[in-house]
């Protein structure tokens, strides 16, 4: 947890300088105040709210930095100024760089998996294969567009190890589903190929994402129209599915 965290960096006077007492009670909730009666006994709370707050800047901050430099390029300095903090700040609630992409990443991840466990609803993958692609790749691309330190964290070099396996177990989750999906719609085809065409559909989504990304505006739709066509076609034929197909609309 971020609190147990902070706490250690304030016991151990992080890389800012030994926090003041009030700092470090702030950071983890602390018990500065609650001894006083009942008027104190709120400020333990209060200062765990804003403990939160100040976390959840840190991040956002951390999450900027990372997609304007890198994760490697990027520096707690860098962080703390995008956060409007200080260095000092900044090192109450995370010792490193590595404490603050690992939470970032935690939290990303957290929020990954609600996406794509709702994405694979029941509801959404027994509908036509056209109405079924839109159901299940648009809100798998809306996270990624609205948080692009997803990808900066689960796809670079010198990420921490910690982030990139469990990006690894989650990644070798979603394509047991998607085969499971697959499983359903072609009954008869041998476990083998079923995998090899998941492992084809999840390539051609990984390599449209990346196109997706790097535009915006009308753009970024086309290319979203375009991955959806690619999917439909190829596996159209695979799952017996008649409907038209969803053409790319000229620019």
């Known amino acids: 947890m971020p609190e147990a965290r902070a706490d250690k960096s304030a016991a151990t006077g992080g890389a800012g300088g030994a926090p003041t007492p009030e700092a470090a009670a702030e950071a983890v909730g602390g018990t500065a105040g609650a001894a ?44 703390a100024r995008e956060a409007g903090v200080s260095p000092g700040t900044l090192y109450q609630f995370f010792p490193n760089k590595e404490a603050i992409a690992v939470e970032l990443g935690d939290r990303l991840l957290a929020r990954w998996r609600e996406t794509y466990g709702a994405a694979f609803d029941q509801s959404r993958i027994e509908q036509p294969l ?32 910690r982030i990139t396996e469990e990006h690894d177990t989650l990644h070798a989750t979603m394509l047991t589903r998607v085969e499971s999906v697959l499983a359903a719609h072609l009954p008869d085809t041998p476990a083998a190929q079923v995998h ?3 492992d084809m559909i999840f390539m051609i989504f990984k390599a449209g994402l990346d196109l997706i990304m790097a535009h915006e505006g009308e753009e970024r739709a086309a290319y979203v129209r375009e991955l959806k066509a690619a999917l439909f076609r190829y596996l159209a034929p695979l799952v017996g599915d008649d409907s038209p197909s969803p053409a790319p609309q000229a620019p």
């Open 130 to 161: 056209d109405r079924m692609l839109d159901a299940v790749l648009d809100p798998l691309i809306a996270f990624n567009c609205e948080n692009p330190a997803f990808s900066v964290l689960m796809h670079g070099s010198e990420i921490p190890g």
């Open 36 to 79: 006083g009666g009942p008027a104190g006994s709120a400020r333990p709370r209060r200062r765990q709210a804003r403990g939160e707050a100040r976390i959840a800047q840190l991040l956002r901050a951390a999450a900027s930095v990372f997609c304007a430099n890198g994760y490697t390029a990027s520096s707690t300095n860098a962080i």
């Open 196 to 198: 090899r065409v998941a």
